[in-house]
């Protein structure tokens, strides 16, 4: 089956993660995979590359920052003229921005089926209300909730990333039968456990320091984990801070106000095969999850490698973490405000023996519960359910990618 994978994100952002991780997985199984994905500087013209069998075509485009996502007519034009010739069974349209949208109806247009993907609560009270600007906030907000809501009804099936959205498709009058929802994934063959003390010598962290990790592209709720911090150094005088991830303004506000004392270690952007080093350095991970839309109707990427690095994880009971930590031994979940936060991490790093076996525990659901493999394999039951055999060759390749 040759399959087409539209994506709003410039690539190795945000939702190209699970674009490729499925898109990998789906070659394995026998199949044919184009991800479209916004490239990170181009202004015009598309540029190839490969990834493991998936084909990777990069977009022009010719805004920047937060909005070189999706919401380009430029580059939405030239992807409608790249994918206008060209010949796919399915596509499967990462959540529904002009960029993706379009392109993915042009092809149902044509025959395709089409899929769309839901992984964030974006518009009416989600994401959208985390932006600093109030003027960019009440002008986006129905743009948004418009691209988010309208256009679902004209996909074939859907898929959504959290029982939050899945609630809100239903509501929205989407049938339950042509909903799955396939939660984020552990790259289990890339992050696995690595020596602690081994790569804490490595990248000059002490071997008697009790790390906290935290990590990211979007920091959301870094300020609980950082106050938390604060109140955790009170009690522990070799506590540190390891942040992976884009520059958050927060910690620099902090630093030059002298409140963390040089116990944080910012580690910026770093490449994804030199992640597990970072993350083998940690005690234990914070996931921070406020109880807000933003958070209820999405499942965050960093608990995937949190736990394929086999670590505990301290984080709050909001939306499927909570059912995920109910359900798992991984950790432990704590009231979202400073005081219970830090008293989870410290219970753990005063545990050596617990943490050693929930790092296990935590191991052992990436490679049998969220592994991509396993969840890719969920993704083709889908396709199959909806499309028919007797439009896809999907039956025969089941097992193999299940496996």
């Known amino acids: 089956m040759r399959i087409l994978f539209l994506n709003h994100n410039v690539k190795w952002k945000s939702t190209f993660h699970r674009c490729i991780q499925f898109a990998r997985h789906l070659v394995r199984a026998g199949h044919s995979v184009d991800l479209m994905t916004i490239s990170p500087t181009a202004k015009r013209g598309f540029s190839q590359s490969f990834l493991d069998g998936v084909r990777i075509i990069e977009t022009p485009d010719l805004l920047w920052g937060m909005g070189r996502s999706g919401w380009d007519f430029w580059d939405t034009f030239n992807r409608l003229l790249y994918v206008r010739g060209q010949s796919y069974d399915l596509v499967h349209a990462f959540d529904s921005r002009p960029a993706v949208i379009y392109p993915a109806l042009l092809k149902k247009y044509q025959g395709a089926a089409l899929f769309s993907d839901w992984a964030d609560w974006w518009g009416r009270g989600g994401v959208v209300e985390e932006r600093s600007n109030w003027l960019l906030r009440t002008f986006f907000t129905p743009i948004e909730t418009h691209f988010e809501e309208n256009y ?17 498709a239903e509501g929205m009058g989407i049938p339950s039968a042509n909903i799955r929802r396939i939660s984020g994934g552990a790259d289990v063959e890339t992050v696995r ?14 071997p008697e320091a009790r790390v906290i990790g935290f990590s990211g592209f979007v920091h959301y709720d870094l300020d609980l984990v950082v106050e938390a911090f604060a109140e955790l150094d009170k009690h522990l005088d070799n506590a540190v801070l390891l942040v992976t991830g884009a520059h958050s303004p927060l910690l620099t506000q902090l630093k030059e106000a002298g409140k963390l004392r040089g116990k944080v270690i910012e580690a910026g952007m770093v490449e994804y095969s030199q992640l597990p ?9 914070a996931l921070p999850f406020a109880n807000k839309l933003a958070n209820v109707g999405r499942w965050p990427n960093k608990v ?4 394929a690095a086999g670590r505990p994880v301290v984080s709050n009971p909001v ?5 995920l930590f109910e359900e798992e031994q991984i950790g432990r979940l704590a009231a979202p405000n400073p005081k219970d936060f830090a008293a989870a991490m410290l219970e753990l790093l005063n545990n050596p023996a617990e ?6 525990n935590a191991r052992q659901v990436a490679e049998q519960r969220l592994a991509w493999s396993h969840l890719t394999g969920q993704l083709l039951e889908h396709y199959t359910k909806i ?5 896809t060759v999907v039956n025969r390749h089941l097992s193999s990618v299940s496996r």
């Open 193 to 206: 456990p690595l020596p602690k003390r081994a790569m804490r010598e490595k990248l000059g962290i002490s």
């Open 319 to 323: 939306g499927d973490i909570k059912r």
């Open 152 to 168: 679902r009804k004209y996909a074939d099936g859907l898929t959504v990333i959290s029982t939050a959205l899945q609630g809100r």
């Open 304 to 307: 995937g490698d949190y736990l």
């Open 387 to 391: 499309v028919g055999s007797e439009r």
């Open 355 to 360: 943490c050693e076996k929930l790092g296990a």
């Open 277 to 285: 080093e970072y993350l083998a350095c940690v005690d234990v991970f």
